[in-house]
């Protein structure tokens, strides 16, 4: 599955950010982690994959450090 040649699909379905976590659990970062959202991105990867996953959903606002001048 290459969720990182696919990004532009995956942003449209909500997802802003991608990471693995431990024992390479895949992260999604959204603006809203429910489970409103969690169907609308299990629709999308059956669409681009064929498939679904298993992936943690996380607040997109946690991406979003600043910097400390």
């Known amino acids: 599955m290459g969720l990182s040649y696919e990004f532009d699909k995956l942003y ?33 990867l059956i669409e681009i994959f064929g498939r679904t996953i298993d992936y943690q959903l996380r607040d997109s606002k946690e991406l979003h450090i600043e910097a400390e001048n």
């Open 12 to 44: 449209q379905i909500g997802i802003e950010g991608i990471m693995w976590g431990e024992d390479d659990q895949i992260i999604f970062y959204v603006a809203e982690p429910d489970e409103k959202t969690r169907q609308k991105i299990d629709k999308g």
